[in-house]
């Protein structure tokens, strides 16, 4: 089992900039890729960025260029920095991690943490 606690959300107006960060415990050492999803109000949670154990990055299309994701092991965190925020980037995000037993691939969720960006 994996826990993750997210924080650093809230409000910003457009072309500001927010850090998320995301400390995970448990099971730490099963974690292959860790990440941040997001929701927004009537749309399907879509992926945001993703980072591997060998700190590989991985982004959507419509953070490139503003967004940064990072892993801390020795903090145990996944942070985001999220930079020139548009309105479009308003969501619930949640904080993601994956791991690998046995050929299985378990996936645990934070509880999501709220990003309003003003117009």
């Known amino acids: 089992q994996v826990q993750l606690v997210e924080s650093g959300g809230g409000l910003v107006q457009a072309g500001g900039s927010l850090r998320l960060s995301c400390a995970a415990s448990?099971?730490?050492?099963?974690?292959?890729?860790m990440g941040w999803y997001r929701q927004a109000p009537g749309k399907q949670r879509e992926l945001v960025a993703t980072?591997?154990?060998?700190?590989?990055?991985n982004y959507a299309d419509s953070v490139k260029g503003r967004f940064t994701i990072s892993r801390d092991y020795a903090k145990n965190l996944v942070n985001l920095e999220m930079n020139s925020l548009k309105p479009e980037d308003t969501a619930v995000y949640y904080c993601?991690?994956?791991?690998?037993?046995?050929?299985?691939?378990?996936?645990?969720w934070g509880q999501g943490t709220q990003v309003t960006v003003s117009s």
């Open positions: 993601n991690a994956a791991t690998l037993v046995a050929a299985t691939r378990y996936d645990y």
């Open positions: 448990g099971s730490i050492f099963a974690i292959t890729t």
């Open positions: 980072i591997t154990r060998g700190f590989s990055p």
